[in-house]
T-cell receptor, first 114, second 115 residues
Framework: DAGVIQSPRHEVTEMGQEVTLRCKPI?????LFWYRQTMMRGLELLIY????????DSGMPEDRFSAKMPNASFSTLKIQPSEPRDSAVYFC????????????FGPGTRLTVT | QKEVEQNSGPLSVPEGAIASLNCTYS??????FFWYRQYSGKSPELIMS????GDKEDGRFTAQLNKASQYVSLLIRDSQPSDSATYLCAVNRYTIKAAGNKLTFGGGTRVLVKP
């Protein structure tokens, strides 16, 4: 079975540009999570969905960040406008049962904002 | 005080020895505890989960949970060079928000197993 799929794997963009990260969860998993990982702040949960509905977005750092899940097999994380401090690795993860259980992480998208 | 704290390391252990990793958390209502392994440049993968006090063993890994003292530990027996990675502790706690749950990761402990 395919794992969590993320695209692109690497993204380099200039400050002020819009960035869209994409995720396809494992089929049958009802929960989808977006994380950001940096050296300074570690791994942070940004937002998570249950059955395509956003449950908790308290980790989203600013209004420049938004996430959608239009259907069970696709989610996007958008940053508009992007800033150099947004440079990080963004992981998507999915789970059949939620935060209190095992999560399966995608390979991540390394974002560099210059 | 950080919600989930780990010693950043590196924890250097000789091959075949036991690696002992510790994690403390601040919120007493925490309910679920996880250890994830992350190789450099890769994504985290779950190696252990523990929900009740005591020890849980899985192969060479043993997780230990002490809710009264608010710590969870991971022991890696017969350490191998392939165990060299960063180990992330994650704690799930209930909140009164509608979301109900919150998952927080520690900063990770880097482990180096020397042949």
């Amino acid at each position: 079975d395919a794992g969590v799929i993320q695209s692109p794997r690497h993204e380099v963009t200039e400050m002020g540009q819009e960035v869209t990260l994409r995720c396809k969860p494992i089929s049958g998993h009802d929960y989808l999570f977006w994380y950001r990982q940096t050296m300074m702040r570690g791994l942070e949960l940004l937002i998570y969905f249950n059955n395509n509905v956003p449950i908790d977005d308290s980790g989203m750092p600013e209004d420049r960040f938004s996430a959608k899940m239009p259907n069970a097999s696709f989610s996007t994380l958008k940053i508009q406008p992007s800033e150099p401090r947004d440079s990080a690795v963004y992981f998507c993860a999915s789970s059949p049962q939620g935060l209190a259980y095992e999560q399966y992480f995608g390979p991540g998208t390394r974002l560099t904002v210059t | 005080q950080k919600e989930v704290e780990q010693n950043s390391g590196p924890l250097s252990v000789p091959e075949g020895a036991i690696a002992s990793l510790n994690c403390t958390y601040s919120d007493r209502v925490s309910q679920s505890f996880f250890w994830y392994r992350q190789y450099s440049g890769k994504s985290p993968e779950l190696i252990m989960s523990i929900y009740s006090n005591g020890d849980k063993e899985d192969g060479r890994f043993t997780a230990q949970l002490n809710k009264a003292s608010q710590y969870v530990s991971l022991l890696i027996r017969d350490s191998q060079p392939s165990d060299s990675a960063t180990y992330l502790c994650a704690v799930n706690r209930y909140t009164i928000k509608a979301a109900g749950n919150k998952l927080t990761f520690g900063g990770g402990t880097r482990v180096l197993v020397k042949p």
